[in-house]
């Protein structure tokens, strides 16, 4: 699967404008395109003016036709003045765990955490890593509430830049899982392995 990121740095005077245009752009793109599987706005929690879209599309062919569509050809014309500067990331989906309904619902909608992090892997020490990363996303589904999307991409140009993309239920469940036990158990096993976190954005999903 194919997956897009897309970070976004839009004009503080514009905000308003671009974030009425992406919300009629993702839901109008997972309602046409069958082979759009998941496409998440997220807004930056220190700065507003900071946007993520995250992007799943189940083929190259169902890319191509997003690339294609009506409601894409609108939002680029329609936020060509708005966005400062636009960071987008091309990955293939490697693994994703889900809730799977263990999960409450979140207590708060508009307040859902996201995590997009940024990894550079020590390219020797890639398999390992994502063997270990694999099994720390299974560690929190079985031993943790409140994360109801887990999922590892890695960039299509540059195999060992791994992206992290998670969506929680609520900051308490969020803030549990930070410095918990399978956190320091997942630091452990991977010291060395990462060469860079060049860049982690924490945000509340927003469509």
Not at 50 to 63: D, F, N, P, R, T
Request: aromatic fraction near 8%.
């Amino acid at each position: 699967m194919h997956v897009i990121a897309v970070e976004l740095s839009i004009k503080s005077e514009k905000r308003n404008a671009f974030l009425a245009e992406v919300k009629r752009h993702a839901p109008a793109t997972l309602k046409d395109e069958p082979g759009c599987q998941r496409f998440d706005v997220s807004v930056d929690q220190a700065d507003p003016n900071k946007v993520i879209l995250y992007e799943i599309y189940a083929s190259e062919a169902a890319l191509e036709q997003h690339r294609q569509s009506p409601s894409l050809k609108l939002y680029m014309a329609a936020t060509a003045d708005l966005v400062a500067a636009r960071a987008p990331h091309f990955a293939l989906r490697r693994f994703v765990r889900t809730a799977e309904g263990k999960t409450a619902p979140p207590p708060d909608p508009a307040r859902m955490p996201v995590l997009f992090i940024t990894l550079k892997v020590n390219p020797a020490k890639l398999d390992a890593y994502l063997r270990e990363m694999e099994k720390h996303a299974d560690d929190i589904q079985a031993e943790e509430e409140g994360c109801l999307f887990f999922d590892i991409s890695i960039d299509k140009a540059e195999p060992a830049t791994v992206y992290l993309y998670e969506l929680w239920a609520s900051e308490a469940m969020l803030a549990k899982h930070h410095g918990g036990a399978g956190q320091k158990r997942f630091f452990a096993a991977t010291e060395g392995m990462v060469a860079e976190r060049a860049g982690r954005r924490a945000a509340f999903k927003l469509a």
